[in-house]
Each structure stands twice: as structure tokens, then as C-alpha cells.
T-cell receptor, first 116, second 115 residues
Framework: KAGVTQTPRYLIKTRGQQVTLSCSPI?????VSWYQQTPGQGLQFLFE???????NKGNFPGRFSGRQFSNSRSEMNVSTLELGDSALYLC???????????????FGSGTQLSVL | AQTVTQSQPEMSVQEAETVTLSCTYD???????LFWYKQPPSRQMILVIR??????QNATENRFSVNFQKAAKSFSLKISDSQLGDAAMYFC????????????FGKGTSLLVTP
């Protein structure tokens, strides 16, 4: 069974540009979460989708957005990139509404975004 | 807001020895879950162990066990018989139904395993 796939693995952008990151969850998983990881702030929750609906959003500006498609694949978009958006963006999936119900959360290897 | 604190930025252990990683958290919730995740150089977060707050018994997974002290809001991870493959960043995380399945992570502890 394939794991959580994130593309691309690495991305270099310049300030002001926008970027779209993709996440394909494990087959059959309906919940997808996104996290930002930086050396300074650590891991921070961005948002979570279940069956195409955003159920929860972290404390990030509106430049950060996401969506989930009917096949559970998810994308996140960052518009008007800033230097501080440089980070590892991790996607995670689970089979049900959330791992707190006993289901395991599986993470991808992330997309490393560098903003110059 | 719930906070998770890992006070040890780096730890070192010799192969076959035991090491304990510390984690404290702050919450006013009664229903919550605690986790330890491992992040090797591949960057993929891997669940090591989880603990439900309502369970008094400490969770164990093979060589990994936790010491969950609910009143003290402490959740330490013990790794027994350390192996070279245990070298990684370890993150303590907190989640609660009232936080909508979002995990709050500590800043991590880098574990070095020496031969």
C-alpha cells in the first residue's frame, strides 16, 4: 500500500509569487491535515479536511488556503509568498475523522519550500 | 491555549542503554491524547506511541514506553536497549477533541545514539 505522497519534494520561489503543494493520501483515507515546520516555530497546524470539507484551521493568514478533492487528494496554496514562508510543509492522512478516535495518522515526507 | 514543552533540545545515549525524553504540557481539558513522534532524516513523521488521558496505565510499544503523570502534566518517553536506528528528532504532541483534531507539537529533542 503506497504511503502519503507529497509533490514536489523541493520548491524554490521568490517573494510575491504563489505556490501550490499537492498531497495524495493513502488509498481509502478521507482525512488530510497540513502542518508547517520551521526551525523557529516548530510544527504548526495549518488545516484539516475530511470528505472535501475544511473542518479546522490553524492560526495562519488568509494567504494560506487549501482544498480537498473528491478522491481525497489535497492541495494547499500560499499566495504572495514571504521570506518567512520558507518551511517544510507536511501532509498527513488518516482513515477516519481523526487519529484521536484511534486511527493512526500517517505523514508524508513533506515539501521543502524555499522563498528567496 | 494548550502548550507542549520539551526541555531537552539534545540527548545522547549509548547503544543498548536506556534514555528518557521529557515532555510537559499545559491544558484545561479533561479529554485529550498525547503522542510521541519520531522524525528521522527522511523527514517523515512516524508515530512511536500514544496515550489516552483517561487511561491510567502507561502505554508501551516494544522498547518504547511512557511515564504519564496526569496530575503533573508530564509525559516522558523511555527508550530501552537503544539502537542506532533510534537516532532522530523526537516530538511530543498533544491533541484534544475540542481542538478539532489538530496536534500541538513540542519543539523536539534530537537524540544521538553512539556505538
Amino acid at each position: 500500500k503506497a504511503g502519503v505522497t507529497q509533490t514536489p519534494r523541493y520548491l524554490i520561489k521568490t517573494r510575491g509569487q504563489q505556490v501550490t503543494l499537492s498531497c495524495s493520501p493513502i488509498s481509502g483515507h478521507r482525512s488530510v491535515s497540513w502542518y508547517q515546520q520551521t526551525p523557529g516555530q516548530g510544527l504548526q497546524f495549518l488545516f484539516e479536511y475530511f470528505s472535501e470539507t475544511q473542518r479546522n484551521k490553524g492560526n495562519f493568514p488568509g494567504r494560506f488556503s487549501g482544498r480537498q478533492f473528491s478522491n481525497s487528494r489535497s492541495e494547499m496554496n500560499v499566495s504572495t509568498l514571504e521570506l518567512g514562508d520558507s518551511a517544510l510543509y507536511l501532509c498527513a492522512s488518516s482513515s477516519g475523522p481523526g487519529q484521536l478516535d484511534g486511527e493512526k495518522l500517517f505523514f508524508g515526507s513533506g515539501t521543502q519550500l524555499s522563498v528567496l | 491555549a494548550q502548550t507542549v514543552t520539551q526541555s531537552q533540545p539534545e540527548m545522547s545515549v549509548q547503544e543498548a542503554e536506556t534514555v528518557t525524553l521529557s515532555c510537559t504540557y499545559d491544558t484545561s481539558e479533561s479529554d485529550y491524547y498525547l503522542f510521541w513522534y519520531k522524525q528521522p532524516p527522511s523527514r517523515q513523521m512516524i508515530l512511536v506511541i500514544r496515550q489516552e488521558a483517561y487511561k491510567q496505565q502507561n502505554a508501551t510499544e516494544n522498547r518504547f514506553s511512557v511515564n504519564f503523570q496526569k496530575a503533573a502534566k508530564s509525559f516522558s518517553l523511555k527508550i530501552s536497549d537503544s539502537q542506532l536506528g533510534d537516532a532522530a528528532m523526537y516530538f511530543c504532541a498533544y491533541g484534544a477533541p475540542n481542538s478539532g483534531y489538530a496536534l500541538n507539537f513540542g519543539k523536539g529533542t534530537s537524540l544521538l545514539v553512539t556505538p
